[in-house]
């Protein structure tokens, strides 16, 4: 059974640009959600995506915007980027269904520094 | 609203002591998981336990033991003889579980970091 992971592992980028980030769902998942999570702070709820569709957001700008793709991968995309951005962004992969609620299971996450 | 407080922020200990966790929540759902995750320094998080808001008996797991106590809505974790590989950030967290709600989302307190010395 292949785990949740996420690409690229680090990234450095400068104030305003765009970054893309990437996460393939654990085998057998249909559900993604990302975190946000700043140092020495616990996981802040980005989105979710089920089904190829946004499926609840938390508290952060329009700039941030994701998809999910049929084979249940999803892409997490930040655009104008801010200094407070830099932070660790953790994918989490579950699967939900009528007779099923598992735990989320999280890659190793991103780490994101903004210059 | 919902929240989720883990009031020690660091804690070590020495090898073989035990050690106790605390996770204190708040919620108006009535009924909702609680969760542990563990957080090495490679970052990714690791579940360790679900409990079910219904559930309040006490788990049991090898040298981790968990107390849930709905009235007073705490959620703690013990390590028994605790291990220098148990060092690691660990995360308490609440998952509202009502239909129509974000399909198991996470509200993370700010975690507590373990350090165990050999």
């Known amino acids: 059974e292949t785990g949740v992971t996420q690409s690229p592992t680090h990234l450095i980028k400068t104030r305003g640009q765009q970054v893309t980030l990437r996460c393939s769902s654990q085998?057998?998942?249909?559900?993604v959600s990302w975190y946000q999570q700043a140092l020495g702070q616990g996981p802040q709820f980005i989105f979710q995506?089920?089904?190829?569709?946004?499926?609840g957001r938390g508290n952060f700008p329009p700039r941030f915007s994701g998809l999910q793709f049929p084979n249940y991968s999803s892409e997490l995309n930040v655009n104008a980027l801010e200094l407070d951005d830099s932070a660790l962004y953790l994918c989490?992969?579950?699967?939900?269904?009528?007779?099923?609620?598992?735990?989320?299971?999280f890659g190793d996450g991103t780490r994101l520094s903004i210059l | 609203a919902q929240k989720v407080t883990q009031a020690q922020t660091e804690i070590s200990v020495v090898e073989k002591e035990d050690v106790t966790l605390d996770c204190v929540y708040e919620?108006?759902?009535?009924?909702?998981?609680l969760f542990w995750y563990k957080q090495p320094p490679s970052g990714e998080l690791v579940f360790l336990i679900r409990?079910?808001?219904?559930?309040?008996q006490n788990e049991i797991s090898g040298r981790y033991s968990w107390n849930f106590q709905k009235s007073t809505s705490s959620f703690n974790f013990t390590i028994t003889a605790s291990q220098v590989v148990d060092s690691a950030v660990y995360f308490c967290a609440l998952s509202p579980l009502y239909r129509g709600s974000t399909l198991g989302r996470l509200y993370f307190g700010k975690g507590t970091q373990l350090t165990v010395w050999p």
């Open positions: 995506y089920y089904r190829e569709e946004e499926n």
């Open positions: 919620t108006r759902d009535t009924t909702y998981y």
């Open positions: 085998s057998g998942h249909n559900t």
């Open positions: 989490a992969s579950s699967l939900f269904g009528q007779d099923s609620n598992q735990p989320q299971h």
């Open positions: 409990r079910n808001s219904f559930d309040e």
